[in-house]
């Protein structure tokens, strides 16, 4: 096998190349760099600078290479941005995908990992969100994930696809510092950013129906994605024939924004309180992943906890952040 990952310089990208590289797979990257890094990637691992809206780029990425498996990582993944400019989330991910799965239809590629997000299921009201929850989504970011599954299942069953689709939750930590999340979109690093700055964390809502009024979320470490990402393709090489897999990627366990906070702080040396301020619109009170199916159908579990995640994303975060460092 011979695996494409677009994306695959970016920081989820890095990981999942980094960790099937070291499994002994063999893998070419896809990336434009708009948000990738190329020195985080292994030296013996091919780059092919591009997009997946551009046809010819992928066809000869695939032919070049002989590719015969895909993991598609490329995407825009923030969900105010995907509010303010919902064609650029539909053209990027969605006809992104379209041009790719046609060069993989194409080419004869007969494996196709896809990852989703847990933004597909929108706000569902229940403790443990299996796979079988309805998908409601309810920003432009979780419905193109949402027609993504749609468009690659539609494409496994029409051309004999072996497919999966992996509904990632909260992503958070690094494998090493080097691949450390570098922007300022998701919690953990907005904390740090806000610190960093002499500022207090912000927590938005807590008056929320939980018992500290805070949201809980369900976190799972960067490298154990990428563990589940390695499972998963495996599963896929090994099988029989094409088929389906839709898996949730969690660890099943709930932590509130304010026992984060709380640990941030510790872990950091922040001695000061968040400030609250009022709720985000769209936010649910509760989002955890039930893990059952990826547990029992492949017999992946997360290994690693939200201390563990903290304390290698601030390692990242120093090293990034000089100004950090010298606190």
Not at 85 to 94: A, D, K, S, T
Not at 95 to 103: D, F, M, S
Not at 205 to 218: E, F, K, L, M, V
Request: some cysteine; hydrophobic content about 45%; glycine content about 10%.
């Amino acid at each position: 096998m011979t695996w494409l990952i677009t994306g695959g310089a970016g920081y989820i990208g890095a990981h999942v190349t980094r960790t099937m590289t070291a499994a002994g797979e063999r893998v070419v990257v896809l990336d434009d760099l708009s948000s990738g890094i190329a020195g985080r990637l292994p030296a013996e691992v091919p780059l092919v600078r591009g997009s997946v809206l551009d046809r010819e780029v992928l066809d000869r990425a695939l032919a070049e290479h002989a590719v015969t498996g895909v993991v598609h990582l490329a995407a825009k993944k923030q969900v105010g941005e995907s509010v303010e400019q919902p064609l650029r989330y539909y053209r990027e991910n969605v006809q992104g995908l379209t041009v790719l799965l046609e060069a993989v239809v194409a080419a004869g590629v007969q494996r196709f990992l896809f990852s989703s997000s847990a933004a597909v299921y929108g706000v569902p009201e229940m403790d443990l969100i299996p796979e079988s929850a309805p998908c409601e989504p309810i920003n432009p970011y979780g419905e193109t994930k949402l027609t993504g599954e749609w468009l690659v299942r539609a494409t496994g069953r029409a051309h004999s696809l072996s497919t999966a689709c992996l509904r990632y939750f909260n992503v958070a930590g690094a494998a090493q510092p080097e691949l450390a999340d570098t922007g300022v979109f998701n919690i953990i690093p907005m904390f740090f950013d806000r610190i960093t700055r002499g500022a207090s964390p912000r927590i938005f809502g807590a008056d929320y129906p939980t018992p500290d009024g805070t949201c809980i979320r369900d976190y799972i470490h960067v490298a154990d994605l990428a563990d589940a990402h390695l499972a998963v393709a495996r599963a896929l090489d090994d099988q029989e024939g094409p088929g389906d897999l839709t898996v949730n990627i969690g660890r099943g366990v709930g932590v509130s924004v304010r026992e984060l906070a709380d640990l941030v702080g510790e872990i950091t040396g922040w001695a000061g309180e968040p400030v609250v301020e009022p709720r985000r619109p769209g936010d649910a009170a509760r989002a955890v992943a039930s893990v059952e199916l990826i547990t029992k159908q492949l017999g992946w579990t997360a290994s690693r906890e939200v201390r563990e995640m903290v304390v290698s994303a601030w390692d990242g975060w120093r090293l990034h952040h000089p100004e950090a460092a010298a606190e």
